[in-house]
């Protein structure tokens, strides 16, 4: 919201002061300010697109790519805010106001285009630290996972320590009982004698 106030500030009053750039009569610093407020705009919208599902990534590589991506594009912008805000405040400082009295439009969008400019110094500032905390988030993730696999696999990482599968042993008949030695006689049982009756 601050890139579209400050390029549209800025366009406004470079078009009521005849196509000519009121801070300083520079048309370079109102072309700076224009051009980081739109290239902003834009990037913005393609970050708020990827920040939507960057956290349904799986692979945690890339999203620590994306982040990163993000996070260096946003220091990137943070830096040119505030030289685009050094930049025009300069050139408005030493700028002869008295010539804008009979239009003072241009007066109040260039202050609305500096004071936006310097606020989304703020706010740029305020996602580098969203965005560092949303990587270091993401690399706590990364190390949680790497400690539960040396959990799995206490070997995992070493060199030449993959786990292995249990060798295959050769082939072993079941283990059996021996047997009593097989032998040609076999003893006969013997039969107790027949019953015979007392005589009385």
């Not at 980081?36 to 970050?47: C, D, P, Q, R």
């Amino acid at each position: 919201v601050f890139a579209i106030i400050v390029f549209g500030c800025l366009t406004s009053a470079r078009n009521e002061f005849a196509g000519a750039c009121p801070l300083g009569y520079d048309v370079g610093a109102c072309n700076y300010g224009i051009a980081i407020g739109v290239i902003a705009f834009l990037a913005l919208m393609g970050l708020l697109f990827v920040d939507a599902f960057v956290d349904r990534l799986i692979d945690l590589n890339m999203k620590k790519r994306i982040i990163i991506i993000d996070l260096a594009f946003t220091a990137l912008w943070t830096l040119l805010w505030f030289i685009g805000f050094c930049y025009m405040t300069n050139k408005w400082a030493t700028t002869t106001k008295t010539l804008f009295s009979f239009i003072p439009g241009i007066i109040t969008n260039v202050n609305s285009a500096l004071a936006f400019t310097f606020f989304s110094v703020i706010t740029w500032g305020a996602l580098i630290y969203f965005g560092v905390r949303q990587y270091r988030n993401a690399q706590n993730v990364n190390t949680d996972q790497q400690q539960q696999t040396s959990y799995d696999y206490p070997n995992a990482g070493t060199t030449g320590q993959v786990p292995q599968p249990p060798a295959s042993q050769p082939y072993q008949e079941p283990f059996q009982q021996p047997g009593p030695p097989a032998t040609e006689e076999v003893k006969k049982v013997e039969e107790p004698p027949p019953y015979i009756p007392p005589n009385y």
